[in-house]
């Protein structure tokens, strides 16, 4: 017999129709039974398998994200809800033109309740404006007050109007002592009151780009 590697065609031939079919019959039987092998067991365990397991872990970890998520959602929606308060809050103590109109006479009142008199008082003729973007939600409108009373008075005073229920900022304050009444100083406040923007006209805004 002839070494393998000096086999031709012919010979591979020759030797393929000399197997009888009891031979072929199993020769099939063991193909037929390594691809079953290969399908069920080989395959599943090398390929299907470990897909399988990546395929779960990664279903643990988005099961273990979500669980997480869901237990600071709790915390998002109660930091929410205290945000939103805080802001309706700040949102009820701006200034309507409305309620500016009666600035003066609030102001007045607080200085009246600290024993201050007011001299004077005229509005600003400084622009101020926020930066962006505050400065579409908001708007300020300032005044200027000459009052006369004690230090103490004056620090009442400045006080409440700082505390009070609308948003009310104290720019600056100069003192200037009072030869002729010694517990009685001229005092003159600068303050701003914050108000909702007013939207601007597609004019205005127009104008504004020429």
């Given at each position: ?11 591979v031939l020759a030797l393929v129709k000399g197997i009888d079919k009891r031979t072929w019959i199993v020769i099939g039987a ?181």
């Amino acid at each position: 017999m002839k070494p393998l590697n000096q086999w031709n065609f012919a010979d591979v031939l020759a030797l393929v129709k000399g197997i009888d079919k009891r031979t072929w019959i199993v020769i099939g039987a063991s193909v037929a039974g390594a691809l079953l092998l290969l399908v069920f067991f080989v395959i599943p365990a090398w390929i299907e398998r470990p897909l399988l397991r990546r395929d779960i872990q990664s279903m643990e970890s988005q099961i273990r994200q979500v669980n997480a998520l869901n237990q600071k959602r709790l915390v998002w929606e109660e930091d929410q809800k205290v945000f939103e308060a805080l802001i309706q809050k700040t949102q009820d103590r701006l200034f309507t033109p409305e309620s500016l109109a009666l600035l003066l006479g609030q102001v007045s009142k607080k200085a009246g309740d600290s024993r201050v008199d007011v001299l004077a008082s005229k509005p600003m003729t400084e622009a101020l404006v926020f930066p962006a973007p505050y400065h579409l939600k908001y708007q300020p409108s300032g005044y200027e007050f000459t009052v006369q009373g004690g230090y103490h008075e004056l620090a009442r005073m400045v006080s409440r109007i700082e505390g009070h229920e609308k948003l009310m900022r104290i720019q600056s304050i100069q003192i200037v002592p009072s030869g002729k009444s010694p517990d009685r100083h001229i005092s003159q406040l600068r303050l701003w009151a914050i108000l909702n923007a007013t939207p601007a006209s597609p004019g205005g805004a127009k104008d504004a780009k020429k």
